[in-house]
T-cell receptor, first 110, second 112 residues
Framework: RKEVEQDPGPFNVPEGATVAFNCTYS??????FFWYRQDCRKEPKLLMS???SGNEDGRFTAQLNRASQYISLLIRDSKLSDSATYLC???????????FGKGTKLSVIP | DAGVIQSPRHEVTEMGQEVTLRCKPI?????LFWYRQTMMRGLELLIY????????DSGMPEDRFSAKMPNASFSTLKIQPSEPRDSAVYFC??????????FGPGTRLLVL
């Protein structure tokens, strides 16, 4: 079983829609969590960190449920430019190693 | 800042040939990571360095793979001999903080 699991999608949504991605992790020692974004044929880039209390960055909201080992990303008012693959990432305490999920592909349609 | 630089950007080679991938991390970053990305397995960590010293190479698939970091501004990942199943995108990333790894543009490797 992969340490970080995501629904691969694709999610095809119209502009302006709200879309949510989910992710589960199996390593209970994981301490920090992130969402990275990867555009087609490009490198991954950090989108946002995920905090236990939940956090928001503009149209993006990330949440963490440690008891369920579950992470989510909510995108409101989707834009065409949001089309990308979203990678869920976990990091154990005291480590620089990141474990990536395989990603969820989002296509925002005009 | 130029970001992480990788070369070559594309490599096509024949099975059995040696392949050398190169990476220049962002200046001042003391961690360097090599990843491999495929459709089947996603993004996998191969090896990472701290202050030019290999810390964990447990992700290196087999002895055909080797990585070096002779100084703070240069690292190589070598595959010898290459096999078709090595075809993938190889990313180098660097960081100075755990949560933010900066990835290079990647090298697309095709082994025929």
């Amino acid at each position: 079983r992969k340490e970080v699991e995501q629904d691969p999608g694709p999610f095809n949504v119209p502009e302006g829609a709200t879309v949510a991605f989910n992710c589960t992790y199996s390593n209970s020692a994981s301490q920090s969590f992130f969402w990275y974004r990867q555009d087609c044929r490009k490198e991954p880039k950090l989108l946002m960190s995920v905090y236990s209390s939940g956090n928001e960055d503009g149209r993006f909201t990330a949440q963490l449920n440690r008891a369920s080992q579950y992470i989510s990303l909510l995108i409101r008012d989707s834009k065409l430019s949001d089309s990308a693959t979203y990678l869920c990432v976990a990091r154990p305490a005291g480590s620089y190693q990141l474990t990536f999920g395989k990603g969820t592909k989002l296509s925002v349609i005009p | 800042d130029a970001g992480v630089i990788q070369s070559p950007r594309h490599e096509v080679t024949e099975m059995g040939q040696e392949v050398t991938l190169r990476c220049k991390p962002i200046s001042g970053h003391d961690y360097l990571f090599w990843y491999r990305q495929t459709m089947m397995r996603g993004l996998e960590l191969l090896i990472y360095f701290n202050n030019n010293v290999p810390i964990d190479d447990s992700g290196m698939p087999e002895d055909r793979f080797s990585a070096k970091m002779p100084n703070a501004s240069f690292s190589t990942l070598k595959i010898q001999p290459s096999e078709p199943r090595d075809s993938a995108v190889y990313f180098c990333a660097s960081s100075f903080r755990p949560e933010t790894q900066y990835f290079g543009p990647g090298t697309r490797l095709l082994v025929l």
